[in-house]
């Protein structure tokens, strides 16, 4: 009988509903959505190059491509700039910003630039490279990853990848940091301290902030461990700014952090992750994952998306 209990309560525990419909492209990496204030088309960003770009009419598709935001990639001297990843987008009064990270793979190296389109579409983006947060051996954190959200009236951005973790720095404007020194978010003690990807939003009070931990890729040449790959995980504070805690009350600084979606049936690794409040849809998680049906490399990433559901004030994914 306990047994039984306690398998049922692992089943209900992972009984995390299928991503929402995808037609269309549905490959992504690291994908960022926002509706177009304009007409709500939906503009998928992705990971890679100069960035790819995909729209649709509904979050559920049907996707297309339409190619990359920077044809010749950034001129950012430091990392990889025509292979540009993990693209953020928001809006201020008729201008679309859009921040990427120019890094190598494990490596600290790293800077965020920014582009601007007033409608999102390829051929609109101009790129203003840096914005003056910018990583190396002598930095606590890797400055890859870029997240902004406007708390009050005061612009930030959130970034941060392994090393001492999720890191947030207040900007002076969209295209440029204000010089303070970033202060720390969210930082795992364990293991190889894997979270990056940070998405913070705001909703009754709260700020929350997602990230993912755990193995982002490589799972056949280096697979994890059962459980060490991509989960998506959330912590929240009343100021956005500080105290973030997970579900438990344990500080997020300190190996806090509250899983929203981890692998489960042909769902593996999904991360990456943003929030999107969908006009049809209310609040949405969207991810990648791998499609164990259709292959674990980077390459076969799928578009993955849930609407959330909330327990006392934390997002779930019913
Ligand atoms: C930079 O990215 C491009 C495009 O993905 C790739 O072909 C090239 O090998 C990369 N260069 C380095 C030094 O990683
Ligand atoms: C989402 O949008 C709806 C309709 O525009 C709005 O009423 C609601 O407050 C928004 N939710 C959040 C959390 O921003
Ligand atoms: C922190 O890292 C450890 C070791 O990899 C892992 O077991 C744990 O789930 C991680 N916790 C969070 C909140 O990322």
Redesign the pocket.
């Given at each position: 009988m306990f047994s039984f209990v306690l398998l049922l309560c692992v089943a209900l525990a992972n009984a995390y509903s299928d991503p929402g419909a995808c037609s269309g492209s549905c490959w992504a990496h690291d994908p960022n959505v926002i509706q177009r204030k304009s007409d709500g088309t939906f503009f998928r960003f992705s990971t890679g190059l100069g960035i790819h770009i995909s729209s649709a009419s509904s979050i559920a598709g049907p996707w297309t491509d339409l190619g990359v935001a920077l044809a010749d990639g950034s001129d950012v001297p430091v990392g990889n700039a025509s292979n540009l990843w993990a693209p953020d987008v928001h809006y201020v009064d008729g201008t679309y910003y859009m921040y990427y990270a120019s890094s190598t793979l494990g490596s600290q190296d790293s800077t965020i630039g920014v582009a601007s389109s007033t409608t999102l579409e390829v051929g609109s983006w101009t790129d203003h490279g840096e914005i003056g947060v910018t990583s190396s051996s002598s930095t606590p954190y890797n400055a890859i990853d870029p997240n902004w959200i406007t708390i009050g009236s005061t612009p930030y951005l959130q970034f941060g990848s392994y090393w001492d973790g999720i890191y947030q720095v207040e900007m002076t404007d969209s295209l440029t940091s204000s010089g303070s020194t970033p202060t720390n978010l969210a930082y795992n003690a364990s293991g190889n301290h894997a979270i990056e990807a940070a998405f913070m939003f705001?909703?009754g009070g709260y700020y929350y902030l997602t990230f993912s931990s755990g193995q982002a890729q490589n799972y056949i040449s280096n697979p994890p461990a059962q459980g060490d790959e991509y989960r998506i995980v959330v912590c929240r504070s009343r100021t956005g700014t500080g105290d973030f805690v997970d579900q438990d009350g344990v500080a997020c600084t300190n190996s806090g952090g509250t899983t929203v979606l981890a692998s489960h049936d042909y769902v593996f690794g999904p991360g990456g992750q943003g929030v999107l409040?969908d006009t049809t849809y209310?609040?949405v998680v969207y991810y990648h994952y791998a499609n164990k049906n259709i292959g674990l490399t980077v390459d076969d990433y799928q578009f993955g998306w849930n609407q959330l559901t909330w327990t006392n004030g934390w997002p779930v994914v019913a």
């Amino acid at each position: 009988m306990f047994s039984f209990v306690l398998l049922l309560c692992v089943a209900l525990a992972n009984a995390y509903s299928d991503p929402g419909a995808c037609s269309g492209s549905c490959w992504a990496h690291d994908p960022n959505v926002i509706q177009r204030k304009s007409d709500g088309t939906f503009f998928r960003f992705s990971t890679g190059l100069g960035i790819h770009i995909s729209s649709a009419s509904s979050i559920a598709g049907p996707w297309t491509d339409l190619g990359v935001a920077l044809a010749d990639g950034s001129d950012v001297p430091v990392g990889n700039a025509s292979n540009l990843w993990a693209p953020d987008v928001h809006y201020v009064d008729g201008t679309y910003y859009m921040y990427y990270a120019s890094s190598t793979l494990g490596s600290q190296d790293s800077t965020i630039g920014v582009a601007s389109s007033t409608t999102l579409e390829v051929g609109s983006w101009t790129d203003h490279g840096e914005i003056g947060v910018t990583s190396s051996s002598s930095t606590p954190y890797n400055a890859i990853d870029p997240n902004w959200i406007t708390i009050g009236s005061t612009p930030y951005l959130q970034f941060g990848s392994y090393w001492d973790g999720i890191y947030q720095v207040e900007m002076t404007d969209s295209l440029t940091s204000s010089g303070s020194t970033p202060t720390n978010l969210a930082y795992n003690a364990s293991g190889n301290h894997a979270i990056e990807a940070a998405f913070m939003f705001e909703r009754g009070g709260y700020y929350y902030l997602t990230f993912s931990s755990g193995q982002a890729q490589n799972y056949i040449s280096n697979p994890p461990a059962q459980g060490d790959e991509y989960r998506i995980v959330v912590c929240r504070s009343r100021t956005g700014t500080g105290d973030f805690v997970d579900q438990d009350g344990v500080a997020c600084t300190n190996s806090g952090g509250t899983t929203v979606l981890a692998s489960h049936d042909y769902v593996f690794g999904p991360g990456g992750q943003g929030v999107l409040n969908d006009t049809t849809y209310g609040l949405v998680v969207y991810y990648h994952y791998a499609n164990k049906n259709i292959g674990l490399t980077v390459d076969d990433y799928q578009f993955g998306w849930n609407q959330l559901t909330w327990t006392n004030g934390w997002p779930v994914v019913a």
